[in-house]
Every structure is written in structure tokens, then in C-alpha cells.
């Protein structure tokens, strides 16, 4: 089994930075695809962010130029830095891990519990 960890959500100002980590635990064999979704009050959950095992990566279109999504494969580690936060950033960012574990190799398909951010005008 693997868990998710994300940190650094909170509150910050329109045009302020916040950089989320979101950390994995557990019998990590690989890692695959790393990304972060976000789900606003009211709304479905979508894509902001993903980085495959290759490091390609792809952003959602209202966080192209501002977000930047990186990983760690050494500490199983992945992190959205965002700047110019918006007020549409508003939500609870959450981190999806697939690979694969040790021993039997199956593959896992991890969510975190999320962390919210709040950007205040």
C-alpha cells in the first residue's frame, strides 16, 4: 500500500506563491505518472498538473505560465510551485501517484487527502 502526504496549502493574497509537496510512503518499487488535481466548492474535480515517469509534462490552461509541477523520484517526492495565485485557484489541491510496488509488482494508483488553498482578494 501506498500513502500520500500533501503539504503547503494555505492562505495567500492574489498574486502571491505557494509551493504544495505532496510526499509517498510505502513499497515503492517505481514511480509512474505524478500529478495534481484540484476541486473547487461546487465543482468537479480537474487536471492541473501532470508529470509522466519520462518528465513530460502537461498543465491545465488557466495554470500554463504561472504553475510549475516537479518530482523527486529519489525522495518520492512531488511539488506544484504556484505563483500568481488567483482567486479561481481557490480549492483543494490533491496529489494522484501511479507505479509500482515491490514483491508482487502491481501497480498502484494513490490519492492524497488534500490540502486546501485559499487565495483571499
Known amino acids: 500500500q501506498v500513502q500520500l502526504v500533501e503539504s503547503g496549502g494555505g492562505l495567500v493574497q492574489a498574486g502571491g506563491s505557494l509551493r504544495l509537496s505532496c510526499a509517498a510512503s510505502g513499497r515503492i518499487f517505481s514511480l509512474g505518472a505524478m500529478g495534481w488535481y484540484r476541486q473547487a466548492p461546487g465543482k468537479q474535480r480537474e487536471l492541473v498538473a501532470l508529470m509522466t515517469s519520462g518528465s513530460s509534462t502537461n498543465y491545465a490552461d488557466s495554470v500554463k505560465g504561472r504553475f510549475t509541477i516537479s518530482r523527486d523520484n529519489t525522495k518520492n517526492m512531488l511539488y506544484l510551485q504556484m505563483n500568481s495565485l488567483q482567486l479561481e485557484d481557490t480549492a483543494v489541491y490533491s496529489c494522484?501517484?501511479?507505479?509500482?510496488?515491490?514483491?508482487?509488482?502491481?501497480?498502484?494508483?494513490?490519492w492524497g487527502q488534500g490540502t486546501q488553498v485559499t487565495v483571499s482578494s
Open positions: 494522484n501517484v501511479k507505479g509500482t510496488t515491490w514483491g508482487s509488482l502491481r501497480t498502484f494508483d494513490s
